[in-house]
């Protein structure tokens, strides 16, 4: 079984920023894709930034230039630092695996709020 634990929300103003991190344990395959969803109240969840375990990465449109995502193989731990925050980033923030192992797996994380506002 494989667990996620974020860290790293919390309160910032208007142009500050935060770093989330999201490490992984259990039977994950080392070939795969780690990322950060985020889910603002009454919207549905949507992609913020992946990151493959060979390095490809893709940001949505809405965070690029602002957040850079980054990952520790070795650890399985992936990292999102955001800059620049708007008040629209708040939401909650979930970290997410996806991997393959005999058929298509994915796992989340508990999620983490983020509050941009002075």
């Known amino acids: 079984q494989v667990q996620l634990v974020e860290s790293g929300g919390g309160l910032v103003q208007p142009g500050g920023s935060l770093r989330l991190s999201c490490v992984a344990s259990?039977?994950?395959?080392?070939?795969?894709?780690m990322g950060w969803y985020r889910q603002a109240p009454g919207k549905q969840r949507e992609l913020v930034a992946g990151?493959?375990?060979?390095?490809?990465?893709n940001y949505a449109d809405f965070v690029k230039g602002r957040f850079t995502i980054s990952r520790d193989n070795a650890k399985n731990t992936v990292s999102l630092q955001m800059n620049s925050l708007k008040p629209e980033d708040t939401a909650v923030y979930y970290c997410?695996?996806?991997?393959?192992?005999?058929?298509?797996?994915?796992?989340w994380g508990q999620g983490t709020p983020v509050t941009v506002s002075s």
């Open positions: 997410n695996a996806r991997w393959f192992s005999a058929y298509p797996r994915n796992a």
């Open positions: 990151m493959s375990s060979g390095g490809s990465t």
């Open positions: 259990g039977s994950i395959s080392n070939s795969n894709t």
